[in-house]
């Protein structure tokens, strides 16, 4: 199991929420903030199956989009990703 500790823009947080719910994968969402840039973040704890990293990558790359920010612009990507195994899982 991994653990993707995933970091995206604000603005596609509910659609990428949806497609993860829609797609059976489970995740927290934590209010975060960049510290280049000091504006809002999101970051998503989401625990998934080996199996499955590759489809989870792949929603991710559909649902998120890069932009420009900040004056003067620097261009944010769409997700910033760290890719965590897992010792052990339990749900109690
Ligand atoms: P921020 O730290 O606010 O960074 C926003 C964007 O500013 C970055 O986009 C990058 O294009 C630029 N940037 C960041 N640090 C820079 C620097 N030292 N010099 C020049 N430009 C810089 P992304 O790379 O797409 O990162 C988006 C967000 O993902 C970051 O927001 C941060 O919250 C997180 N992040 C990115 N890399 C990270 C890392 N290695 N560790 C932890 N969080 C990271």
Not at 1 to 16: E, F, G, H, R, W
Not at 41 to 69: H, M, P
Request: glycine content about 10%; proline content about 2%; aromatic content about 4%.
């Amino acid at each position: 199991m991994k653990l993707l500790v995933t970091i995206v823009q604000d603005q596609d947080v509910p659609a990428l929420i949806e497609a993860l719910m829609e797609n059976g994968f489970r995740a927290t969402k934590l209010a975060s903030t960049g510290g280049f840039l000091r504006a809002g973040n999101t970051t998503l704890l989401i625990g998934v199956e080996d199996e499955r990293v590759d489809a989870l990558l792949d929603l991710i790359r559909q649902t998120c989009k890069g932009s420009e920010r900040g004056t003067p612009a620097v261009h944010v990507g769409g997700a910033t990703i760290f890719s965590v195994s897992v010792e052990r899982f339990e749900r109690i």
